[in-house]
């Protein structure tokens, strides 16, 4: 295991992944990249590109802890392109994932969260506090599941979809790409590609595409 990482980010998400990281890292870094609220020890800068040459080293990790799926993406594409490295896992030690689920790269996966039986969670997604994917579930590349969600059996949730705080969603439903699931909603029905859903049960509010 590498001694550094670098947490690329700034506010909450790198507060909450310095904390996780803090047990398994001896060095811990801030790259900012748009928010005043941390403080970097690597460097002072605007652009990711500053710090490509420290995260080009061998022995050094990085994680992507912006909120915003489509930033995180950004951030990844840019880091990814200059040095060929996949950003590693951020898993409270709360978290309970079960042996049959498979987990790809750069995810948050915060306290309390249960990844159930046969799931399947992508690349740099947020799975956030206390909230549970159930068996046979899948959630795609840079989705972002906020606290205390339940997604029941079999849901998937396509790539860039945001499901809100304490929403429940029934077995076998699919979240299009680039959806919205307003906090406390009730899903109960396929959600189209971009469309925001809200309420119990949950109907169609607008279009966000």
Known sequence: ????????????????ASEIFFL???KIFFLETYSKHVKPDLIIGDKIIDGIGFLNEEDVDYFIATGDNQQRKENFDLIYS?????PVNCIHPSAYLASSSKIGYGNLICPQSVIHTNALI???TIIN???IIEHDCRVSDYAQISPNVTLCGSVEVDEFSFVGAGSVVIPKIRIGKRSIIAAGSS???NIEDGKMYAGVPAKLKKEIL
Do not use: D, F, H, L
């Open 1 to 16: 295991m590498n001694q550094s990482i670098v947490i690329v980010g700034g506010a909450a998400g790198a507060q909450i």
């Open 24 to 26: 398994r890292y001896k």
């Open 82 to 86: 200059k040095t060929q490295k996949e």
């Open 122 to 124: 992508g690349n740099n």
């Open 129 to 131: 506090t206390g909230s």
């Open 187 to 189: 899903v109960i029905s």
